[in-house]
């Protein structure tokens, strides 16, 4: 989908869809929609004095010009109330008025940047969000689809804006937005692409390409290079798979002085839990385990394609997890990049066992500050709910405030939990330093000292596991499949970094 940005008045764009918008408990629309209405001769105030619009948050009314204007079709984005507008907000309703439009067969939408006007969103802000709901609405994974879709691609997307001394500002704010959203979407084909079809390898190209597209410096290690490093962890949980597993750097930056700020990703193609092996009850949506690093590469994308004034790594550890002849048992003993040996509990712990390795890894760059993502535990699920918020664990308090805060301008939601020096007590070993099980009581808070074991910087853990897929057929920005879930916040994160 082309994005674009227009200096013109609303009702004079000609496209298949017109979106203007109107705050709940409006009687008399203002600026873009008060032109429209205008222009209609007042069939938004008329739809509006019978009640049947209401600017509900979500909600999309439909009008027919008949010829009063170019457009074909306007479309009211309802924005909620004005009190407490978050760029959010307009991003949700950006994303009701384009899957309507959609749904509409319009080819073209043409719309207002959402809340820059009485939102007291500005305007930067509105047109980032509002093209971003566009991007992300209207995203389909279609890779295996033998059939055309019953969804209608919507080939342009244009950002109108009246004033011209505001174009410089929309027109950067859209191009964030832009970079941002798609940079998602890259993440959610990743995840959404089955395991046969993502595996370690296929992984690992897919990183290179991004690499290709955004300026990125990317180097692809195999098993022999793993091995080298002393990864035993990481080759421990890959060892029952016939696939080779992949380490993974990205790096946007180099050669800048500062040190530099590291997105870890945890990257299994498929988890099956190895020995300990799942139930097949709704294993398949274990393709998704690896999500983590799937936001790790879409945040390195756009990180490059901003062309940030920042020194950022991505590493991506990278491997199967599966049951065989071969593979690692529960009893074994690993010993990671530092040394530390880790008695294996269960099998199905694996993801902290690679990130073990790559967070080892990550000192070499003595880093400024690490955020691992992963999709780590059931357990976190349960605790925060699906697709609620992640989990969200921090050395220190300020930093977890940092990602807080980037998480709320994306709309993406971070919960801050303990790391309580008690957890540790239940990852204690009889044979190795540490288990990586910790029993079942506290299964989040063992899992996330388990990792603070293998870091010697300020450092970050969010677990992802309840946020990567969505389960029903819609809901808000997504569709049924994988989110992106992290690449908006790790974007946001380093752009506040970088102002
Ligand atoms: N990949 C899973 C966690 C997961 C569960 C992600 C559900 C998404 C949805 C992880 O590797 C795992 O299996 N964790 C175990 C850990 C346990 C054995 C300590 C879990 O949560 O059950
Ligand atoms: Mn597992
Ligand atoms: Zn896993």
């Known amino acids: 989908m082309d994005i674009k940005t227009q200096n013109s008045a609303i009702q004079d764009v000609m496209a298949d869809a017109l979106v203007v918008n109107l705050f ?3 009687q008399q629309p203002a600026g873009a929609t008060a032109a429209v209405d205008k222009a209609l001769d007042g069939a938004i105030t008329a739809l509006i004095q019978s009640g049947d619009l209401k600017g509900k948050l979500g909600k999309v009314s439909v009008l027919y010009p008949r010829g009063a204007i170019p457009a074909a079709r306007v479309l009211v984005a ?14 949700q309703a950006s994303a009701a008025a384009c899957k309507k439009a959609q749904a509409l067969g319009a080819k073209s939408i043409a719309s207002i940047a959402h809340g820059a006007g009485s939102g007291n ?3 930067a802000q509105a047109a980032q969000a509002t093209v971003e709901g566009a991007v992300l609405s209207l995203y389909e994974f279609r890779a295996h689809k033998t059939k055309a879709s019953e969804r209608t691609p919507v080939d342009t997307f244009t950002l109108v804006e009246f004033d011209a001394a505001k174009m410089p500002t929309i027109e950067s704010g859209a191009k964030i937005g832009q970079i941002t959203a798609e940079s998602a979407n890259v993440a959610r084909n990743l995840i959404n692409q089955p395991a046969n079809f993502m595996t370690p390898t296929l992984l690992a190209e897919a990183a290179q390409k991004a690499a290709a597209e955004s300026n990125l410096h990317c180097k692809v290690y195999g098993p022999e290079w793993i091995r080298e490093q002393g990864m035993g962890a990481l080759l421990g949980v890959t060892q029952g798979s016939e696939e080779e597993p992949r380490f ?71 491997c199967e997890n599966l049951p065989s002849g071969r593979a690692y048992k529960p009893g074994d003993v690993l010993r990671a990049r530092n040394g530390t040996t880790i008695e294996v509990i269960n099998t199905d712990a694996e993801g902290r066992l690679i990130l073990a390795d790559a967070l080892c890894y990550a000192a070499n760059y003595k880093p400024a500050v690490v955020i691992d993502l992963a999709t780590l535990t059931g357990a976190c699920v349960i ?8 989990g969200l664990f921090a050395t220190e308090d300020e930093l977890a405030a940092e990602i807080r805060q980037a998480g709320e301008a994306t709309g ?3 919960w801050h939990m303990p790391l309580y020096p008690e957890y540790r007590e239940t990852i204690k070993s009889e044979v190795a330093d540490i288990t990586n099980h910790g029993g079942r009581f506290g299964g989040v808070g063992a899992s996330a000292i388990f990792l603070k074991e293998f870091t010697a910087y300020p ?12 389960d029903k057929k819609e809901d808000k920005l997504n569709i049924k499949g994988a989110t992106g879930f992290g690449v908006r916040t790790l974007v946001e994160f380093a752009r506040r970094r970088a102002a």
């Open 248 to 318: 993974i750097v990205l790096e946007h930056g180099r050669g800048r002085s500062e040190k530099p700020i590291i997105f870890v990703g945890k990257g299994i193609t498929f988890d099956a839990g190895g020995i300990s092996l799942k139930q097949a009850e709704g294993m398949e949506a274990m393709k998704s385990d690896m999500g983590g690093a799937a936001a790790v590469v879409g945040a390195l994308r756009a990180v490059g394609q901003l062309d940030l004034p920042l020194h950022v790594i991505g590493i991506v550890p990278a």
């Open 24 to 26: 709940e408990g409006t």
């Open 383 to 390: 605790a925060l709910g699906k697709n609620v918020a992640a």
């Open 459 to 470: 450092w970050a853990h969010l677990d992802i596991a309840g946020m990567v897929l969505v």
């Open 121 to 123: 969103v500005d305007a």
């Open 412 to 414: 993406e939601k971070f």
């Open 78 to 91: 309802g924005l909620g109330k004005p009190e407490g507008f978050t760029p959010e907000k307009a991003r």
